[in-house]
């Protein structure tokens, strides 16, 4: 067994909304870099609070609680609110492309990781768009549910989410019993079914094709890594996988020899290469790992826990992935098992021969924090708190939702830790305070020193007119 020495992989975010009041300065410069973003000024304004609401210290995040706390008792800012989200026809593929370029000054690393995952909101009723009962991650077993598809980014410097994709059911696409419900959610006509493997690839490539965000390999669970296509659109984009796999899953040690068989003469000519050795069958990756000697395995550290370092034995393998039967792509099997239950995890990655084994254990570790997103996001930041039901309602609030996380993610880049509390530093000297916003003008405070989570004695100044109702439901 080798030393375990913990692997460097991403630090914890360590702020939380109530680390962060007070820092209302802080807040409207980063609302800044959006607000060009959005078409009218009522809409900035919306934003604005949305945010300031979602970083408070409010125990749920619906939408009445946070105007009330940051507008105040004001019926038709509620209305304005729910309209600005549930119909506002905002941008929020521009927004996130913004938000990327952001990630990229502050987490960026050639060595980046893109982590895609799932997760599941429990809902009520059958009026929300795209609910089914399905598994649902959250509760453990099938329930009624909205499924949402995620990708986060990973580095040494820290982690966020990069993007967000609502799963439809199949029905909900292509059931003409369920165009009702289409019309009512405001799903776009043009949409297609689409899976979940397919959903993340998409992200993915967007951000690809976007060019701002360094990155090099994707992690994903067994979910993703089971479907063979996403692998391989991975590939196709000049990133490496690293997948986690179903046990079942086979593999060449070594890869075959192949050939076109030799035409009999009669029927069609053969074109299709096969095996030339029937008895050379790929292994399931768990008969691989059973037929290992114990000095194929060493012990890692893969993260410093809480109670010290977090460590895990590995066994690395150079393999042929299976495609339709047939050799596939080389790449490595990854073998990882927990020292105390003998828990063994299995991942194929299509990283080239040269990655050193120390690399390939570090990125074992490096999927976990799209996990903590969403436990920091549903924590602290409203994630699954949302009330609306439309299709724009949905994407619109776990856009802002990634922005508030990555507003304490790049507070704490820049601070080099969680930094001292801001309640206890003092504001700016008074010749240099902004003076209070006009009546008419919105804002999030009088300064440095105004709390974010909750109401100035004035109270905070709704937007100069609400957005108007919508007469009909946007797409």
Request: aromatic letters at 8%; a positive charge.
């Amino acid at each position: 067994m080798l030393q375990v020495v913990p692997m460097a992989t991403a630090p914890t975010l360590e702020l939380s909304p109530q680390d962060v009041v007070g820092l209302v300065d802080e807040l409207r410069a980063y609302h800044a870099l959006y607000a060009p973003l959005f078409q009218r000024q009522e809409q900035r304004d919306w934003a604005e609070q949305y945010l300031r609401g979602l970083l408070s210290a409010l125990p749920r995040k619906s939408i009445e609680p946070m105007v009330l706390a940051v507008v105040g008792a004001d019926r038709n800012a509620v209305r304005g609110m729910q309209q600005f989200l549930s119909a506002g026809p905002w941008d929020d593929d521009a927004l996130l492309r913004r938000h990327w370029q952001e990630v990229e000054q502050a987490l960026g690393d050639d060595a980046g990781v893109l982590t895609l995952d799932g997760r599941d909101f429990p809902k009520q009723g059958q009026g929300s768009v795209g609910v089914k009962r399905q598994y649902c991650g959250e509760v453990g077993k099938r329930a009624n549910c909205q499924a949402g598809v995620f990708l986060g980014y990973a580095s040494t410097r820290g982690y966020t989410l990069l993007d967000r994709r609502l799963y439809l059911p199949e029905e909900w696409v292509e059931d003409a019993a369920y165009a009702s419900r289409r019309d009512a959610c405001g799903i776009p006509a043009e949409a297609v079914f689409q899976t979940k493997p397919a959903l993340g690839g998409a992200m993915i490539a967007a951000v690809r094709q976007a060019g701002t965000l360094r990155c090099r390999w994707v992690a994903c669970d067994e979910g993703f890594g089971r479907d063979t296509a996403l692998l391989d659109q991975v590939a196709g984009l000049g990133l490496w996988y690293y997948a986690e796999v179903p046990h079942d899953t086979r593999v060449w040690p070594g890869r075959p020899a192949t050939a076109v068989p030799a035409w009999s003469g009669r029927g069609r000519k053969p074109t299709r290469a096969r095996v030339v050795d029937p008895g050379a069958a790929p292994q399931t990756v768990a008969a691989v790992a059973a037929a290992l000697p114990a000095r194929a395995w060493s012990r890692q550290g893969i993260k410093e826990g809480s109670k010290g370092p977090i460590s895990a034995d590995f066994a690395l393998l150079p393999v042929v992935a299976v495609r339709d039967g047939l050799p596939g792509p080389d790449g490595w099997l990854i073998l990882r098992r927990t020292p105390e239950t003998g828990e063994r995890k299995t991942y194929l990655s299509n990283a080239p021969a040269a990655t050193p084994p120390a690399t390939l254990v570090r990125v074992s570790g490096m999927r976990w924090p799209i996990e903590r997103c969403f436990e920091e996001g549903q924590q602290h930041l409203g994630l699954g708190d949302y009330e609306v039901r439309s299709w724009r309602g949905w994407h619109h609030h776990l856009t802002l939702v990634i922005l508030a996380h990555f507003f304490l993610v790049r507070l704490q880049c820049r601070w080099g830790g969680k930094g001292p509390r801001v309640d206890a530093a003092p504001g700016p000297p008074a010749g240099q305070r902004r003076p209070a916003p006009a009546h008419g003008r919105s804002g999030l405070g009088t300064g440095s020193a105004a709390p974010l989570a909750a109401p100035e004695p004035r109270g905070l100044p709704r937007p100069s007119q609400a957005p108007p109702r919508a007469t009909r439901r946007v797409s």
